[in-house]
């Protein structure tokens, strides 16, 4: 079952006409969140980028748009499919209408919930995607429907036998990867992509600089990564709503430890 604008329908019922601005023009945003137990997992992190990027679209937020209205829907849906862990996404896009210019900037809005599947892999091999670069934009940032570079990058990592790539701007510096935000670790320095590199504003990596800026054991930075960086580090990982973080085991010819990404992953748990 789906939740269209709080109906329930049947998931292979047809909602969307040709006029749909989310088919046209990406005109969309979208934020996928876990359900473990009944329960949201950052709730308010994910409602409130949410707002932000909503408002940064020139989105109209309904009144009745609230915090509330927002788990309670998230939760019906998972309820009316019968699942108490989920991965639940939720689709924002403006309504029907016109060329580029819209009618106007109120909303439609689509949940669907799925099995959750979230289990962290222990071999996990990647490799930089060049073909096509992210911008550095603010508008890559977001998290709109506009994921081009993240399709080509996935069939690329499918036809090479690779768990993921890792994207890069056109300066080409490491942005993210396909999935969720990176990280590099180097003895007790762990760096990540700034936000004006263009990576999407992670839930998970702002729960992970918020814990690093409190210990004492590691140093965070915020800076411009090359590729080059990723055959020198002791560790990299990816964070994403879903997984967490995942260790990655393997670049190029280059393996990986996952010390420091298991103690983070135990911390970010107990946080949650």
Known sequence: MINFN????????????????????GDALFETLKIENSKIYFLEDHYFRLMASMRMLRMEIPLNFTMEFFEEELLKTATQNNLEDARVRLT?????????????NQIDYLIEASTLMSSVKETY?????????????????????????????????????FDN???VNEKKHVVEAINGNIFVVKGNIIKTPPITE???????????????????????????????????????FITNSIVGIQPISQ??????????????????????
């Not at 292979?12 to 046209?24: E, P, T």
């Open 6 to 25: 709080g109906s329930f329908l049947d998931n292979s019922k047809a909602i969307l006409y040709s006029n749909n601005r989310a088919f046209n023009y």
């Open 92 to 104: 924002v896009f403006r309504k029907d209408g016109e060329l580029y210019n819209p009618t106007n």
């Open 125 to 161: 091999a990647v490799d930089i995607f060049k073909d096509y670069y992210l911008n550095s934009d603010i508008l890559s940032t977001i998290k709109t429907t506009n994921k081009l570079a993240n399709v080509l990058a996935s069939i690329y990592a499918s036809e090479n036998g």
């Open 165 to 167: 790539c890792v994207l």
């Open 198 to 236: 263009g990576c999407i504003k992670g839930i998970i990596r702002k729960k992970i600089l918020e814990m690093l800026s409190k210990n004492d054991d590691y140093t965070i930075e915020e800076v411009e990564i090359s590729p080059f960086e990723l055959q020198k580090a002791d560790e990299v």
């Open 251 to 272: 670049y190029k010819k280059y393996s990986f430890n996952n010390k420091v990404s298991k103690e983070l992953a135990l911390a970010l748990s107990e946080l949650i």
